[in-house]
Structures are given as structure tokens and as C-alpha cells.
């Protein structure tokens, strides 16, 4: 969303994971299959609930923050209650939340949540944006789910499955990038970078929507900045079980799970198919 809640963090009440110490998994594969399924589903009853605010906005303004803003608490207390009536003990955190679970033990698992992804589409009655969940199991990311309401496009994978675009499998593009390669950015890039990148570049309005056409091979990039953990978990679990992966400009893998307070991610992030994050990011030049 391009509207970010600031949300305030005591770091004093936070239980940071020792440097190197790995923490055991506590969800099995018949669990994980089982809220993946439940996360689907409370994906399109979301998405159905966005519906109902979408076109409604007031034409008179450029960007209605008073109709995001409705939608943006409807979908999320609609997510939080639903969670906490399937799964009591486990933890939320969402750019809605308007406190972090600062008793979460690590262990436990945590929803991420963005209610309406790409806020500034929804309002402009344009359908590229979305309702994004994701789950951790401890520090790590272990399921993602994206729904489309206005395309009916809900893209979806779990740790050690395939990703999946409704009941289709689907994987990234790895081909070398020319100039009928599509690169998707956010809507500052061009303040930020200069480019020579062969192919066509554009923004659509929606990070977790990038994310997932690059998974799904429409897309052979997305630059993705100014994003925070629930911008883009979602997107990078449907990514890595699609066959690519999500970098920094260094070609670090970012370890999402440091960014739990609540915080803007302090880097700008690649998604792309394995190998070929060097190759775009070779194109950009910083301003």
C-alpha cells in the first residue's frame, strides 16, 4: 500500500533470536497443508469483503483516504477475528495492527498481514491490488497467500510445495533479459535510479501483485523499495517455491524475520529468478 501506518515498537519488550541460533519448526506438513487451506479461503471471503468498498470512492478527490482507510479495518479486523477463533494462541502483526505482539515467544507461529495491497489502484478503481497473507513458523516464512478480488487471481504456496496461481502450477521466467522482458518497479523508482535496462519498465501499484507476476513468469523482475515485512513475505514464500528468489542490490539473501518490529525494510529488494538478479541489477544506477 503507499499509505504506512506508523506503528511504535518498545524494543525492550522484543525477544531477538541469538546470532546463529536456529529455531526448531513447530508446524508439521499436515498442519501447514491445513492453514494453507484456511488461509485461502479466508483470502477470497477478504477479498469479497474489499469488494464491497471497491468503486466507491469520491471522484472529486485524487486519493480517498477515508474509503482505504475503512476498507483497510474492515479486512483486517475480518482477518484477526478469524484467525483467533481458527488458531487462538497464535500471534497477528499487520500495517492495521496498532500494537505489535510484543509477548510473542518465537516459537509461536505469526500472521503477517496487509489488508489492501496497492491502496492508491483500489482507490482509482483499477484491479491491481490485493489482500496479502503470510505465516511465519518461528523466524521463517512458511506460507503465502495473494488474492486478486477484481481478477479472481489468488496465488498461493507453503514451504516445501509448489507454487500456485488458482489450480494451476506456476514458475518464473528464466530467460536472459532483452528487450521484450517486462521489469516492474515502485512508483519513486525513477527518482531514485537511472536505468538502461533493454525491455520495458512499469509500475502497477501493488508490491505482493509484482512479486507474484514475476513468480508466475510475467514479469522477469521487480525492484521493490520503500516496502515493509508485510509488503512483500507473502510474495517472496510464492517466489521461492516458484524457482526465484528475492535479493538486495548486494545479492544478499534478506532474512524477512529482522524486520518484525514493524519497521521499513532499509533496503532496496530484487525479485527475480535465481541467477538473474545481477543481471538487472547491472542496469540500475543510483541518482
Known amino acids: 500500500m503507499a499509505r504506512k501506518k506508523s506503528i511504535k515498537t518498545k524494543s525492550s519488550g522484543r525477544k ?17 497443508e491445513e492453514m494453507l487451506t484456511f488461509t485461502k479461503g479466508l483470502a477470497r471471503a477478504s477479498g469479497a469483503l474489499a469488494l464491497s468498498y471497491y468503486g466507491k470512492a469520491n471522484p472529486t478527490l485524487k486519493y ?42 518465537l516459537q509461536e507461529p505469526l500472521w503477517v498481514v496487509d489488508p489492501v495491497d496497492g491502496s492508491a489502484a483500489f482507490c482509482a478503481g483499477m484491479p ?24 479472481g487471481e489468488l ?21 536472459t533479459v532483452d528487450n521484450e522482458s517486462l521489469l516492474l518497479t515502485y512508483s519513486r523508482f525513477h527518482s531514485d535510479f537511472l ?14 501483485a509484482h512479486i507474484a507476476y514475476v513468480a508466475r513468469g510475467a514479469a522477469c523482475g521487480a525492484i521493490l523499495g520503500n516496502v ?49 538478479h545481477k543481471e538487472i541489477i547491472n542496469t540500475l544506477e543510483a541518482r
Not at 491490488?129 to 478480488?149: A, E, K, Y
Not at 496465488?155 to 530467460?175: C, F, H, P, Q, T
Not at 536505468?195 to 505482493?208: A, D, E, I, M, W
Open 16 to 32: 531477538k533470536p541469538p546470532a546463529g541460533k536456529l529455531y526448531r519448526s513447530s508446524l508439521s506438513r499436515k498442519e501447514l
Open 64 to 105: 480517498d483516504y477515508n474509503l482505504i482507510t475503512e476498507a483497510d479495518l474492515a479486512v483486517w479486523e475480518y482477518i484477526r477475528s478469524e484467525v483467533k477463533a481458527t488458531y487462538p494462541n497464535h500471534k497477528l502483526l499487520g500495517e492495521e495492527g496498532d500494537t505489535l505482539p510484543q509477548d510473542r515467544d
Open 128 to 151: 491491481i491490488w490485493g489482500v496479502s497473507i503470510s505465516l511465519f513458523d518461528g523466524t521463517r516464512p512458511v506460507l503465502g497467500v495473494f488474492h486478486q478480488p477484481a481478477t
Open 155 to 175: 496465488y498461493s504456496a507453503a514451504a516445501g510445495a509448489k507454487a500456485m496461481l488458482n489450480d494451476r502450477e506456476i514458475s518464473v521466467r528464466d530467460e
Open 195 to 208: 536505468t538502461h535496462f533493454p525491455g520495458k519498465v512499469r509500475s502497477l501499484g501493488s508490491t505482493v
Open 228 to 276: 515493509h515485512v508485510w509488503d512483500v513475505v507473502a510474495g517472496q514464500v510464492i517466489l521461492q517455491a516458484a524457482g526465484g528468489s528475492m535479493r538486495d542490490l548486494s545479492g544478499r539473501v534478506v532474512d524477512m524475520s529482522n524486520y518484525l518490529e514493524g519497521e521499513k525494510i532499509d533496503r532496496v529488494l530484487v525479485a527475480a529468478a535465481k541467477g538473474q
